[in-house]
């Protein structure tokens, strides 16, 4: 792996940290980077150890990230802190990665895998978990 692939990864696991995706299950994000430039759904599939017809659905960043993103007025101090820790980590996603897409395999327990292009034209991202019942 290249120093600049390294260097990625340490900044991803930094930006997330103790981080977890809120669903009806709280998930810790993994980082990393593949070395694939491009992946069709079946590719990526395949990749995840998903079955072919697993259902896939694609969302943009902003969207996926969006409830996380949102402070309310009854937040508590615990809880804005979150809110900022997400802002920065898309921040950070948006600086270092182009092209992002959310892709979530599966239904109920859905795998998420936040997707970019890196400066050195290979993939990378972070993968997470969802439960939606």
């Known amino acids: 792996m290249s120093n600049v692939n390294s260097e990625l990864i340490n900044i991803l696991t930094e930006a997330t940290g103790d981080l977890r995706w809120m669903s009806e299950s709280d998930y810790p994000f993994q980082v990393f980077v593949w070395e694939e430039q491009e992946l069709t759904a079946e590719q ?3 990749k995840t150890g998903h079955a072919p017809d697993t ?3 694609i969302k ?4 996926f990230f ?4 949102r402070e309310y007025d009854w937040h ?4 804005r802190e979150t ?5 920065s980590l898309v921040e950070t996603l948006q600086y270092y990665l182009s092209d992002i897409r959310v892709y979530r395999l599966g239904e109920v327990e859905i795998d998420v895998y936040i997707l970019g292009k890196t400066r050195a ?3 990378a991202g972070l993968a997470t978990k969802a439960v939606e019942t």
Do not use: T
């Open 121 to 123: 034209g290979n993939l």
């Open 44 to 46: 990526l599939r395949e």
């Open 83 to 87: 809110v900022r820790r997400y802002r």
């Open 55 to 57: 259902r896939l659905e």
């Open 66 to 69: 969006a409830p996380a993103l």
């Open 76 to 79: 508590d101090e615990e809880e």
């Open 60 to 63: 943009e960043m902003e969207q």
